[in-house]
């Protein structure tokens, strides 16, 4: 059984990649031909998210072409978004999702803004405890030195796809317990009549560190969004602080301007 499984994908694979459907003689040079190929095989869904890509070795086989040139094509696929490569376990299709505007000019919780998109969101608990604050949770949050501060970082999906990072940080004194932040810490606040009315958002470019990446299911060094929110209630106090890292082949944040 497991010999015919391995069989059929091979089938797929030298249908595939096999030159003789793609390559032309004025079509370019041969890396960008099979990007080109690899591109619409990925789109069209020939190639389905989390396929694992053939080794290097093999689809020089395969095409006929030098590692150079095929090495070459996936390099940009990856730059694409459209492959992701992990030392130690080869290149395969990555999952695949539309870009998103999100508004500068609402404040909504991510659970809030994936349902009014028509989509699944999810969060897994990366980390929850109660801790001694940071010297930027003191600033940011009002904190005596000696005080306490409520801290939850989760990985954040949408229909399952891993969009960003958050780690929101809250005065005990509204958040004494957060492990039972289950879903939207916003819906949380709501029900207790403390839900944030503005926020200060700051936002930069960063690279996604090793960690930062595998969580994400994206390539390290890979151009992400960092997002630093103070929020606050309507009596003007400070309630929560969140610290993000966003997709950046995902996210576009956009911002209405007005004239003064």
């Known amino acids: ?35 080109r190929h690899l591109e619409s095989a990925i789109k069209d869904g020939r190639l389905a998210a989390a396929t694992t890509l053939p080794a290097e070795r093999e689809l020089a086989t395969l095409t006929g072409l030098s590692r150079v040139t095929i090495r ?7 730059v694409d978004g459209l492959v992701i ?9 990555a999952p695949q999702m539309k870009r998103m505007e999100q508004s500068l000019s609402a404040l909504t919780s991510f659970t809030e803004d ?41 990985l954040r999906r949408a229909d399952g796809i891993p969009l960003a990072i958050e780690t929101s940080s809250l005065s005990t004194e509204f958040v004494p317990d957060p492990s039972r932040i289950e879903t939207s810490l916003y819906e949380k606040l709501s029900l207790e009549g403390m839900r944030p009315s503005r926020a200060i958002q700051r936002i930069s ?18 151009a992400a969004l ?35």
């Open 114 to 154: 994936m349902q009014r998109r028509g989509k699944t969101s999810s969060s897994e608990t990366l980390s929850c405890g109660i801790y001694l604050p940071s010297p930027e949770e003191i600033v940011a949050l009002g904190l005596p030195s000696d005080g306490q501060v409520s801290r939850i970082t989760r």
């Open 226 to 260: 960092y997002i630093d929110r103070t929020a606050y209630l309507p009596s003007g106090r400070v309630i929560e602080l969140t610290t993000g890292v966003y997709r950046g082949d995902i996210y576009d944040f956009v911002a209405e301007l007005r004239n003064a």
């Open 1 to 35: 059984m497991k010999t015919s499984r391995m069989s059929a994908q091979e089938d797929t694979h030298t249908d595939l990649f096999s030159t003789t459907s793609w390559q032309q003689r004025s079509g370019g040079p041969r890396y960008l031909q099979l990007y």
């Open 72 to 78: 070459k094509a996936i390099s940009q696929l990856v």
């Open 205 to 222: 470019a960063c690279k996604l560190t090793e960690e930062q990446a595998a969580l994400l299911e994206v390539s390290e060094g890979d």
């Open 85 to 93: 490569q992990r030392r130690g376990s080869g290149s395969y299709v």
